[in-house]
């Protein structure tokens, strides 16, 4: 195992903002062959002959269901030949980044995520921690990969989890799975904490909400961050969900560092979906997919040399 610590620095419009969506991802199928074509050659250092091209890194944040938007990025990427060197996840984004990182078809995660519920991960055992326990994570990681440590899986990756006894970000690069999985998607309040090499893990949006200085860490030159804004409900239905407006509130008003260290931000539209809204799997992927199409063109910008400037 090996680890670093990091210190914190109404429906029918909804079907139209999807069918919208359809349009431009139709719109863009022209242009991404093209640009297909110039990444892939940027990928085999063809544009480059006299020197290594970047590593380029993917941190993926956190989310709950809102996270299958990840699995439309990843789909989109892969589609314009946009090369993954190295990938580090906070929550769900660590569920989905250990999936990709092990080789599972992004096909195969869609199908998965469609018949998912909060039951596959998550049990309802209030108790003075928390509301539920997430031990049932490891069994539904099984189902998508039966790697269980890091050294499996393709490609590198890290995991990104809060450290809740000293306030700071601890990054998982080598062992065991399942537990640093657990912790980074202990959203507190809800589950309970994962003790796991004497440390207390919680969710390690706390501290990384979008993982960058993982990807970083893992030897990164450039790093694209796709990030998950949450939407308000008008009426909170249940104790998670006032747990996670509280969190989602502190989440905007904190100093979001990471900002200036990612060279390219992909912001799918999640905001008309609530947090355990596994049911719309099929429209957050192609949100998600169509946020990643809309960022091509900056992304062949920085892996052409040009870095996003970090006032913008």
């Known amino acids: 195992m090996s680890w670093v610590n990091v210190v914190p620095g109404p429906q029918s419009s909804t079907k139209m903002k999807v069918t919208m969506l359809d349009d431009k991802v139709a719109n863009a199928i022209d242009w991404l062959r093209t640009a297909r074509d110039k990444l892939r050659t940027f ?4 544009a480059h002959p006299s020197t290594e091209r970047p590593r380029v890194g993917l941190a993926l944040a956190g989310g709950f269901a809102r996270g299958i938007a990840h699995v439309g990025v990843l789909r989109a990427l892969k589609n314009a030949g946009v090369p993954i060197d190295v990938v580090a996840g906070t929550s769900v984004g660590a569920l989905i980044g250990a999936c990709y990182c092990a080789g599972v078809p992004l096909d195969e995660m ?3 995520a469609c018949d998912t519920t909060f039951a596959d991960f998550g049990r309802w055992t209030p108790s003075w921690l928390g509301l539920a326990t997430n031990q049932r994570m ?6 998508f990969t039966p790697a269980t440590t890091f050294e499996e899986l393709t490609t590198p990756f890290a995991i990104a989890a809060t450290d809740i006894n000293a306030g700071i970000s601890v990054y998982y690069t080598r062992g065991l799975l ?12 809800l589950f309970v904490p994962i ?7 919680v969710d390690g949006f706390l501290t990384a909400p979008v993982p960058v200085e993982g990807a970083l860490l893992l030897g990164a030159d450039i790093v694209i961050a796709v990030y998950l804004e949450a939407g308000n409900l008008e009426h909170p239905r249940t104790a998670a969900d006032v747990i996670s407006r509280s969190f989602t509130i502190i989440q905007r008003h904190a100093d979001l560092a990471w900002r200036q260290q990612a060279d390219v931000i992909i912001e799918p539209d999640v ?3 609530v947090w355990d809204d596994f049911t719309r799997t099929n429209d957050l992927v192609a949100v998600g997919e169509a946020a990643a199409i809309a960022a091509l063109p900056q992304i062949l910008e920085v892996l052409g040399g040009e870095k996003r400037d970090s006032a913008a």
Not at 43 to 46: I, K, L, R, S
Not at 138 to 143: I, M, P, Q, S, V
């Open 43 to 46: 990928a085999n250092g063809e």
């Open 110 to 112: 869609q199908r998965i």
């Open 138 to 143: 490891e069994k539904y990681l099984a189902r």
């Open 178 to 189: 399942g537990p640093p999985l657990r912790g980074s998607c202990a959203y507190p309040g």
């Open 195 to 201: 003790q796991f090499e004497d440390r207390t893990l």
């Open 271 to 273: 905001q008309p979906f």
